[in-house]
């Protein structure tokens, strides 16, 4: 086998099934449907056969401020046969939890991780970097961790901030924030970042970025704050399975109480769904369906938001914005009422029939006159009249 | 129901005045020689039959179905046009009583039995068509009970005024042509007639002074009803003014209703027409309307409503078509007291009273405007059930002035009629009900008393 | 017609003076009458700018009526135009067609202080409610003449025009559920608080609270409701122009009873009907008189049967 094989060769080797393989890929198109070239308008099997072709991605992954969730949500998958495909779809180099090396060992496993792939790697940083006291909060080998990262991410192709914390901050950046806790981005400035958000982030939000940028060789779509817009474009409510409890009034107004074992809209509650922007309505977790806070009838807190968080107390409701509302409300003044052919038929004949007559006898008083029909005339004295009929038997 | 002679002269003495000396209406006679079913009476009671089905219909499925009625035009033609504009054409019996018997222009007379069968079936058959379009109507009995009457409310001065007006007063003043007819059917049965015909002159001023009063209430009613909808009436008719020119119209209208319905039997019927009556009918009507165009188009002038009449909207074209109407027809009744053509005076009451339908009719539909994309027209049924109703006044005009004296004519004419039933009385005798004299011979010595 | 004076005068002042002075002390108490103002009026204020369009107020309407949804577009959706006889209140979109500023509007009965249709209705089947204000429906009045969908300025009340025994439905601010202390329909799910039930007295201050504290966020910085039309009952704050919303501007004295007053004042105990009805008898009287002279006069020379 060659020094870095292709990932189809590679799974050969290591004994994965095919079937395994194809579930991945079926998996990873669930993921991302539109918004990665990868998946997108593509079959099982030709995403199979991409991803095959590709060379197993080489990636370090550093910790800074992190509880290693981010970790964990790659790891924590239902079917054991997963995570274990993941770690042989990405070659991880480096991963100071999941690997055997300690001290000085894996110090040495970083350098040649570096030096062997440098500048084809892809970086991944979990946890936020403190900058008070020079950055000295923490410390990586008796440097501090902005320096270690600064270092290893200009030898890299490209950085991916998993979770919150790598991304804005996270949990350490709370106020007041002890360690001036910041992501990735705001240290890192000259090589292309991806912010995958999340308290911990979907997995899968990780893989198709991952497989994207070795695959298809770019970067997905990003929005102005660099996540990935395949997963980061709506917010929780619109694609929420509760959404339906929520149109039609039904809320959970205390926990426990008839309306939240129903299962009912916890937006009362204080679920942040409607401001924060991830996809976990549609993904939930550990390939269960419901397995994510909302469905498990906690509110959504918005870790992925940076002004949600931390920043908003747990019941407080959010406003809802419509930049545009939709066009199926009536209008303030509906069309009522119509005419019938047969309607106007009617009315227009039985006024013609009407006038029409009106005309006809009102000619035959004309001609009646001219007959000579009796006519009475006013103010004509008896007497004349007498005198007119003397003189007609005259 | 004799004009006042033009000379002190008895007319007519007491034997048969000369064949050739002018007659005039000195008294009310059937129609006589005309049988009562003919082509256009079937083809009228057809259409009533047709209505009573539909009537039927409606009230099984409801008035949706069975009208154009809908959300923003609650009312449809039943009552905007049969009820507000038909009984406005029909009050005869209140316009020309008030001026024949309380203004006392004696020589209106000879049409008050027209003016009181045409406002009887007028009103009959609009108050039937009334109860037809009314959604609940077996609650109607509340009309009786004063402790919920709405003083506030117009309808319920109408629907309880219309009631009483037409069952009591108008009914009553409609009963002598038949007690009459009842008393030269059978000899036995004058003097019970007599009784209930001096109880009637007794109670007469009563009565009938309740058979001016009503209507005036009732037909002003019918004007401020469309005065609550306030800016959903175009300013061209809405005015505080509407129950009083409701009124006029009214009865400018109904002076043209029963003067031409008088004029055009005549002339179908072939009697004379007497101009000293008909002339001061005209005279009347055309100084009404003028009067009626002065004060609407005053009123108009001083609110500061009358330039939208100058815009080149559908309001400004009725409008317009109202007043030419209105106002033509009163310019060829003067006219025609000048030119003494009874064609020029038939016209000039036939655009008149369509004029006063078209103004009395606007404020409820044409002009009325509940919201913009809102549109009526009656339907189908709706139009057949309302010319069903008026074809049953029609037709039971029909008949009414055949079976009994309604029509003015001369004494002459009475003889004549006399005359001819004699000649015909064994065919009489067996088709009592459309002979006017069943075992009673008609002569001149036929009255028992006096 | 040659009445004397004397006599006319006799004749009105039998029968007329009592009621004349019926009709003066009438008047007085005309001119004393205001309009009656319900003594606990209760009331609806809706922030057009609060809400967002859900209509969960018009599925729990329905509920709360015991009325079946309004599926009469497409058979499956509840997506009523406009209120009808199965629903009493309805999210309507103002959406301008420049792209300016949109709204939502919740429309159902205003409950108004001078309400259109109880002027209107003529056996008091709409009757306003002494304490709480409320417009009741009574079938049992209820002659189905439609007057108070002409009547009302909002176009509220709405006749069933299916079916043969119809009716009027229009909201009654739940006043079933009042009744067990529970709020309306609508207040109880609105998510967005939007509208909110309460004592007048309490939501106008409330309003006017709102627009102190939000200069510049609504309308002419002016409840609707509160003075239009004499007062009504369901207040409405908006960012845009209450007319565009379908809400009329009609004064404060343009109401019904202002309207109407002539028609109550000359039907006052039927006072002026009765002295003009004896004016009219006494001149029939007059006429009557010469005129069956004259008919009997003229029988004698005719022989024919006089028609009076």
Redesign the interface.
């Given at each position: 086998m060659s020094k870095h094989p292709t990932i189809a060769e590679h799974l050969k080797a290591s004994g994965v099934s095919r079937r395994n393989f194809v579930q991945l890929c079926g998996m990873l198109i669930a993921t991302a449907p539109v918004g990665l070239s990868l998946t997108s308008k593509k079959s099982v099997l030709q995403v199979a056969a991409a991803i095959g072709k590709t060379k197993r991605p080489s990636v370090i992954w550093l910790h800074f401020q992190d509880c290693t969730g981010c970790t964990e949500t790659l790891l924590r998958t239902s079917a054991p046969d997963v995570a274990h495909l993941i770690l042989d779809v990405i070659s991880l180099d480096y991963h100071e939890t999941l690997m055997a090396a300690s001290g000085a060992q894996a110090e040495a496993a970083l350098r040649s991780a570096i030096a062997e792939n440098e500048g084809k790697f892809v970086l991944v940083v979990e946890g936020s970097i403190p900058m008070k006291e020079d950055g000295n909060y923490m410390q990586l080998g008796s440097k501090p961790a902005v320096q270690v990262l600064r270092e290893v991410a200009a030898k890299s192709a490209a950085v991916i901030a998993i979770g919150s914390c790598a991304s804005w901050g996270g949990v350490p950046s709370a106020d007041p924030n002890p360690t001036g806790a910041v992501g990735v981005d705001s240290i890192i400035t000259d090589k292309p970042i991806v912010n995958l958000p999340g308290c911990p982030p979907n997995p899968y939000n990780l893989l198709g970025v991952v497989l994207e940028y070795v695959t298809m060789g770019k970067l997905p779509a990003m929005d102005d704050q660099g996540r990935p817009k395949f997963a980061y474009e709506r917010v929780i409510h619109e694609n929420c399975p509760r959404r339906a409890h929520f149109d039609a009034g039904r809320f959970a107004t205390a926990f426990g109480d008839e309306g939240h074992r129903k299962g009912w809209c916890l937006y009362k509650l204080g679920c942040k769904g409607p401001v924060t922007h991830a996809a976990c309505s549609t993904r939930h977790f550990n390939e269960i369906a419901d397995c994510w806070p909302i469905g498990a009838g906690i509110p959504c807190v918005g870790c992925t938001e940076k002004d949600v968080v931390w920043k908003l107390g747990t019941f407080e409701t959010v406003p809802i914005h419509l930049a545009t509302p939709p066009d199926n409300y009536p209008p303030i003044y509906s069309a009522v009422g119509g005419v019938s052919i047969g309607a106007a038929a009617l009315v227009g004949a039985v006024a013609g029939g009407l006038g029409g007559a009106t005309y006809v006898y009102s000619q035959r008083f004309e001609s009646s006159q001219e007959a000579g029909a009796e006519r009475i005339e006013a103010g004509q004295d008896e007497k004349q009249l007498d005198k007119k009929s003397d003189r007609k038997e005259v | 129901m004799s004009t006042a002679s033009l000379s002190n002269r008895p007319f007519g003495a007491t034997k048969p005045p000369a064949a050739d000396t002018k007659p005039r209406w000195e008294r009310a006679v059937p129609v006589y020689g005309v049988s009562v079913i003919t082509p256009f009476f079937i083809a009228l009671a057809g259409l009533a039959i047709l209505s009573l089905f539909l009537t039927v219909y409606r009230e099984v499925v409801g008035l949706g179905p069975a009208s154009g009625m809908n959300d923003k035009f609650g009312w449809g033609i039943w009552k905007t046009f049969n009820v507000v504009v038909l009984t406005a054409w029909g009050s005869g019996a209140f316009a020309v009583g008030v001026v024949a018997w309380v203004f006392g222009r004696k020589r209106l007379f000879p049409l008050m039995r027209m003016a009181l069968l045409t406002s009887m079936l007028a009103y009959a058959c609009g108050l039937c068509l009334l109860g037809v379009d009314v959604g609940r109507p077996w609650n109607f009995y509340w009309v009786v009970l004063p402790w919920h009457w709405n003083l506030h409310s117009p309808m319920a001065e109408i629907a309880i005024c219309m009631s009483v007006y037409a069952s009591i007063p108008l009914f009553l003043e409609n009963i002598p042509p038949i007690l009459e007819r009842l008393w030269h059917v059978n000899v036995n049965w004058q003097p019970a007639i007599e009784r209930v015909e001096h109880g009637l002159h007794k109670f007469f001023p009563i009565i009938v002074a309740a058979a001016y009063l009503l209507p005036a209430m009732h037909q002003s009613s019918l004007g401020a009803l469309m005065l609550l909808a306030g800016q959903r009436v175009h300013p061209l008719w809405q005015t505080p003014f509407l129950p009083l020119l409701y009124v006029g119209a009214a009865t400018f209208m109904s002076f043209a209703c029963v003067a031409g319905t008088t004029m055009l039997c005549c002339l179908v019927w072939k009697r004379a027409m007497d101009m000293e009556v008909l002339d001061e009918a005209a005279r009347i009507s055309a100084w009404t309307i003028f009067g009626w165009l002065a004060i609407r188009n005053l009123d108009l002038l001083f609110r500061g409503s009358l330039f939208s009449a100058f815009h080149f909207t559908r309001y400004a074209g009725i409008f317009w078509t109202e007043t030419f109407l209105i106002g033509y027809g009163g310019w060829l009744l003067l006219q025609s007291l000048k030119n003494h053509k009874t064609q020029t005076m038939f016209v000039g009451y036939a655009l008149c009273s369509l004029g006063g339908m078209l103004y009395r009719f606007s404020p409820t539909t044409l002009a009325y405007m509940p919201g913009p994309h809102a549109m009526y027209f009656p339907s189908a049924i709706e139009v057949l059930i309302a010319l069903g109703f008026a074809s049953i006044g029609i037709a039971l005009f029909l008949v009414m002035v055949k079976l009994l004296a309604i029509l003015p004519a001369s004494n002459q004419e009475w003889r004549n009629m006399a005359a001819y039933y004699k000649a015909r009385k064994p065919a009489i005798s067996r088709n009592k009900y459309l002979g006017f004299f069943g075992h009673n011979e008609l002569s001149l010595s036929d009255k028992r008393s006096h | 017609?040659a009445i004397t004076r004397r006599e006319l005068i006799t004749n009105i002042g039998k029968a007329g003076v009592p009621v004349a002075v019926a009709m003066t002390v009438g008047t007085q108490a005309l001119q004393a009458e205001e309009l009656t103002v319900p003594s606990e009026p209760l009331s609806l204020l809706y922030d057009a700018s609060l809400c967002?369009?859900?209509?969960?107020?018009e599925?729990?309407c329905n509920a709360a009526n015991n009325t079946a949804p309004d599926i009469s577009g497409d058979g499956l959706h509840q997506?009523?135009?406009?209120?009808?006889v199965f629903t009493r209140n309805?999210?309507?979109?103002?959406?301008p067609a420049d792209g300016s500023a949109?709204s939502?509007?919740k429309r159902q009965c205003m409950q108004c202080f001078d309400p259109?249709c109880?002027?209107?209705?003529?056996?008091?089947?709409l009757y306003k409610d002494k304490d709480d204000g409320i417009v009741h429906w009574d079938?049992?009045?209820?002659?189905?003449?439609?007057?108070c969908?002409?009547?009302c300025?909002y176009?509220v009340p709405?006749?069933?025009?299916?079916?043969?025994?119809?009716v009027i439905t229009k909201c009654e601010l739940c006043s079933h559920r009042l009744a067990k202390g529970l709020k309306p329909g609508c207040t109880s799910?609105?998510?967005?608080s939007a509208v909110i039930f309460g004592k007048r007295s309490e939501l106008l201050a409330d309003a006017k609270r709102r627009i102190k504290n939000n200069p510049g966020r609504y309308y002419q910085d002016r409840v609707y409701g509160e003075v239009e039309n004499g007062g009504t009952q369901a207040l409405y704050l908006s960012r845009v122009p209450f007319e565009?919303?379908?809400l009329?501007e009609?004064g404060p004295a343009?109401g019904?009873?202002s309207?109407?007053r002539?028609?109550?004042r000359i039907?006052?105990y039927f006072a002026l009907?009765a002295v003009?009805?004896a004016g009219?008898?006494?001149?029939?009287?007059k006429?009557?008189k010469g005129?069956?002279q004259?008919?009997?006069?003229?029988?004698?020379?005719?022989?024919?049967?006089?028609?009076?």
């Open positions: - | - | 017609m967002i369009g859900c209509k969960a107020c599925s729990a997506a009523p135009a406009d209120l009808n309805i999210i309507k979109l103002y959406k949109s939502f509007v259109g109880v002027a209107g209705c003529p056996f008091e089947a079938g049992s009045k209820c002659i189905g003449c439609r007057y969908t002409i009547a300025p176009s709405r006749f069933q025009w299916l079916g043969f025994n119809p799910v609105c998510p967005t565009k919303l379908g009329p009609i343009n019904p009873s309207t109407l002539w028609q109550k039907y006052s009907p003009l009805y009219l008898v006494t001149m029939i009287r006429n009557q005129h069956e004259e008919a009997h006069e003229q029988e004698k020379e005719t022989g024919l049967r006089a028609q009076l």
